[in-house]
């Protein structure tokens, strides 16, 4: 059974850092593509960030450089860096993966992350 647990998330002021944690149990995230997203009340979730088996990374994109995407394949984890946050950052942030055949998406409960002016 696939199990994905966010941390990490927490009230921080504008400007300020937080570390993401995702620890993966039933799935290996050294094979698998894990994404971020986020999500507001009303909207729908938001790609934040994806790192893939092979280990491509797309975050800059999304948003302007300012999030980083990692992983710790001894842990089972992917972390999520986001630095200069600003109250706009506000959001429940969910880890994602996606079973082999594509079939199936996996998500966690999500970490709350607020950001103060």
């Known amino acids: 059974q696939v199990q994905l647990v966010e941390s990490g998330g927490g009230l921080v002021q504008a400007g300020g850092s937080l570390r993401l944690s995702c620890v993966a149990s039933g799935l290996s995230v050294s094979r698998t593509t894990m994404r971020w997203f986020r999500q507001t009340p009303g909207n729908e979730r938001e790609l934040v960030a994806i790192?893939?088996?092979?280990?491509?990374?797309d975050d800059g994109e999304f948003m302007m450089g300012r999030f980083t995407i990692s992983r710790d394949n001894a842990k089972n984890a992917v972390f999520l860096q986001m630095n200069n946050l600003h109250p706009d950052d506000t959001a429940v942030y969910l880890c994602?993966?996606?079973?082999?055949?594509?079939?199936?998406?996996?998500w966690g409960l999500g970490t709350q992350v607020i950001v103060s002016a």
């Open positions: 790192i893939t088996g092979s280990g491509f990374i």
């Open positions: 994602h993966a996606v079973s082999p055949s594509g079939e199936i998406d996996y």
